[in-house]
C-alpha cells in the first residue's frame, strides 16, 4: 500500500497541471530578471524550471522507478 494509494486520479492530475503553471511562472519571471539585468544567470539556469522536472522523470523513467500514484 503506498502513500498516494487513497488520491483521486483527477486530483492528481490537477495538481500536477498547477506545479507546471508554477514552473512556468517561475521560469517567466527568471526570463524578465534576465532580460532587465536583475540576474546575470546563464540561460541553462534561467530556463531550469522548464526543463529540469522533463529531465528528472527522464531519468525516473529510465532507471525504471514509478512516479508516486502509479
Do not use: T
Not at 11 to 19: D, E, R, S, T, V
Not at 24 to 32: E, K
Not at 52 to 63: E, K, Q, R, T, Y
Amino acid at each position: 500500500m503506498g502513500m498516494y494509494d487513497g488520491i483521486d486520479p483527477d486530483m492528481q492530475n490537477k495538481a500536477g497541471l498547477i506545479m507546471f503553471v508554477f514552473m512556468l511562472i517561475v521560469c517567466l519571471i527568471f526570463v524578465a530578471a534576465k532580460v532587465f539585468g536583475v540576474i546575470d544567470w546563464s540561460w541553462w539556469w534561467v530556463s531550469c524550471p522548464v526543463w529540469a522536472p522533463f529531465s528528472i522523470g527522464l531519468v525516473m523513467l529510465l532507471c525504471g522507478i514509478k512516479p508516486p500514484g502509479q
